[in-house]
Structure formats: structure tokens, C-alpha cells
């Protein structure tokens, strides 16, 4: 697998705003789990937006494999991500209309899977994650730690390589938690993919790998 790195990265939300990251270069390496943690405000959910590519560094780069791929055209830039990276948004983010094995699928049938095989694939995810008896459920009729274990499988469907995950244990009690957390870890650990997630829980740091503190 290839390397996620950050190169002499900085970031700033507007214009005369405050920069942040002041120049950091790390490499995130296929088959670690780490931690990114830090005080409130110091940058953990920016730093998982850009290396999900959905900001752009105002200077610096995000490589992958050492090719660039902060700069990529915006159409590039969201197939590589389609393809490429799975990405766990706090607040679960699913749509609230639908029953939640049709979030789950999305990123399957985006990438051209039958719905058949979409499903089969999400039920063993879901399983595994211990959410699939609420499958035909919609968002609001489920607790909000389900809401993540189902994002978190949402975030797996298409196997990336990439796993960004922001504060994924936030409203999950203990015994879910380590589910969520042993899934991810596994994941990162057999099938070398790089997982990366931005966390307060001494629980996730210490399930780690690897922590960079910003
Ligand atoms: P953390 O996840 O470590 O709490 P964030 O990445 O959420 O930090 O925020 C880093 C800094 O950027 C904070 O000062 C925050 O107020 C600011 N910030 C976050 N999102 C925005 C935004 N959409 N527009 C302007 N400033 C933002
Ligand atoms: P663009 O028009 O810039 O190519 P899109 O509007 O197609 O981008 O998609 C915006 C983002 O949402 C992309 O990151 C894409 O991967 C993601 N996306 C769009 N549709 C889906 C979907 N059905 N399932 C999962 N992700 C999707």
C-alpha cells in the first residue's frame, strides 16, 4: 500500500484567519491506526477534512504514495476519494428519509456494484458492527451509537485504503466502543489499510498504534 502523507502543511479558513498546522509533515503509514489528538481547536477535524480532500491546504501538500493529490482538479480529486478513502463525519450523517442499509450501500452502487451484492456485503459489515437488526430502520428511529456503527460501515462498504474517522466512539458507551474501535484496528492491521482518526478517548489512543498530537 501507499504512504498518506502531510508535507509542510498549513491552513487557514479565511483570509487574515489564523493559521493552522504551522508547517507539520507527517506519514501516515498502510496497516497503523492512529491517533490524532490535541486540544479543542488546534485542528483534528480540519486536518481529517484535508487529507479526506475536502479542503485544500493554503500551502503545503497531502501525498499519497509520493504523488500529490491535494491539488488534483475537483472531479479527480472526488473519484480518487470515492474510490480510495472511507470517511466517519461526527455526527453520523445519514439521510434521515431513508432506511439505513440504503446509506450504507450508497458508496457501492456509486461505484458501480449491483444492489444485490451491495446488500449482502453491508449486512456482514453491519454484523459485524452488531447494527444490521436495525438494516430497514431510518436514522431517527435508532440510537445516536448506532447512527455511528452504521456510519462506520457506511465508511468501509467499498474497502478503502484510507479510513478517516472523526471522534467515531463520541456516543458510543465502552463495551460499543471496543467493537467499533477492534473492527477498525483489524482492519487497518490484516488488510494494511491506514486509519487515521481524530479522538479525546484515552480508549481510542491507547487501542492505537500511533498518536500524533497536534
Ligand atoms: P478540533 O477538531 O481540534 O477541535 P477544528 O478542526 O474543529 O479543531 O477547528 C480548528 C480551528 O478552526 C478552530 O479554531 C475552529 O474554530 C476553526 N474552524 C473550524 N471550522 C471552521 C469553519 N468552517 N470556518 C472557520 N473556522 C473554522
Ligand atoms: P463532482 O461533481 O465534484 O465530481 P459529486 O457531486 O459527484 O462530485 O460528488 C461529491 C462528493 O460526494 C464526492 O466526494 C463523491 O465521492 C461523493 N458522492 C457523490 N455521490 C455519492 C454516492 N452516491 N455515494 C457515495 N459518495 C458519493
Redesign the pocket.
Known amino acids: 500500500g501507499s504512504v498518506l502523507s502531510v508535507d509542510d502543511l498549513v491552513f487557514r479558513?479565511?483570509k487574515n484567519g489564523?493559521e493552522?498546522f504551522d508547517g507539520l509533515s507527517h506519514d501516515f503509514s498502510p496497516g497503523r491506526m492512529t491517533a490524532l489528538t490535541?486540544p479543542?481547536?488546534?485542528?483534528?477535524?480540519?486536518l481529517l477534512y484535508i487529507l479526506g480532500l475536502m479542503l485544500t491546504p493554503l500551502s503545503g501538500a497531502v501525498t499519497v504514495g509520493g504523488k500529490v493529490v491535494s491539488t488534483l482538479p475537483d472531479r479527480r480529486r472526488s473519484r480518487f476519494r470515492a474510490e480510495h478513502m472511507g470517511f466517519v463525519f461526527q455526527d453520523a450523517a445519514l439521510d434521515p428519509r431513508r432506511q439505513v442499509i440504503d446509506s450504507v450501500i450508497e458508496p457501492a452502487l456509486y461505484a458501480g456494484w449491483d444492489r444485490n451484492s451491495a446488500v449482502l456485503r453491508a449486512m456482514e459489515l453491519m454484523d459485524m458492527m452488531g447494527v444490521s437488526i436495525r438494516a430497514d430502520h431510518r436514522p431517527g428511529e435508532i440510537s445516536g451509537g448506532q447512527a455511528q456503527r452504521v456510519a462506520v460501515c457506511r465508511a468501509l462498504m467499498n474497502n478503502p485504503k484510507v479510513i478517516l474517522a472523526d471522534e467515531p466512539t463520541g456516543n458510543l458507551d465502552h463495551e460499543n466502543a471496543e467493537i467499533v474501535l477492534s473492527a477498525l484496528a483489524t482492519i487497518a492491521e490484516d488488510e494494511e489499510r491506514t486509519v487515521i482518526i481524530?479522538t479525546h478517548d484515552s480508549f481510542v489512543i491507547e487501542s492505537s498504534h500511533e498518536v500524533l498530537e497536534?
Open positions: 479558513y479565511r489564523d493552522l490535541g479543542s481547536g488546534r485542528g483534528k477535524s480540519t481524530a497536534l
